[in-house]
């Protein structure tokens, strides 16, 4: 599979569809099993505050996941991502109720580099905070 993107199509500037993530204690469960991660700063609400954390939080590298999906969405094939990074800035607080958390993501082209590839720079946020700092993704388009 490769790139649907043309790199002739995209300019500085251009705006990648936005997208949202809800994240509940379940899908932590659900990822702490997939990943093998069950530290329980990420399902134990009385372990993570006397840890010192306002609540259980969501896994960095879910986090991270999640805010990658909206260039593997927007390019249509996760193998066009060539480079990926980010900071971890703030924790994405997961409270146990019916709502959990909402993590979300906009990005856009921040540049066109050589052999068809452009940088994607990634905003994550969840409950009015940046979660994710220097957030960027390389990509190589069609």
Do not use: C
């Amino acid at each position: 599979m490769a790139s649907k993107i043309a790199y002739a199509d995209v300019e500085v500037g251009t705006e990648l569809p936005a997208q949202s993530f809800p994240v509940t204690r379940a899908t932590l469960v659900q990822y702490a099993g997939a990943s093998g991660d069950f530290n329980p700063i990420h399902w134990n609400e009385k372990f993570a505050t006397e840890v010192g954390l306002p609540d259980v939080i969501a896994h960095g590298m879910f986090t991270m996941a999640e805010a990658a999906r909206v260039v593997t969405d927007w390019v249509g094939d996760p193998g066009a991502v060539v480079e990926y990074g980010v900071r971890f800035t703030k924790p994405v607080i997961v409270p146990n109720d019916d709502k959990g958390a909402l993590i979300e993501v906009s990005a856009k082209v921040a540049a066109k580099l050589d052999d068809n590839r452009v940088r994607v720079d990634l905003v994550a946020t969840s409950g009015g905070q940046k979660v994710l700092g220097m957030s960027r993704a390389v990509v190589r388009l069609a």
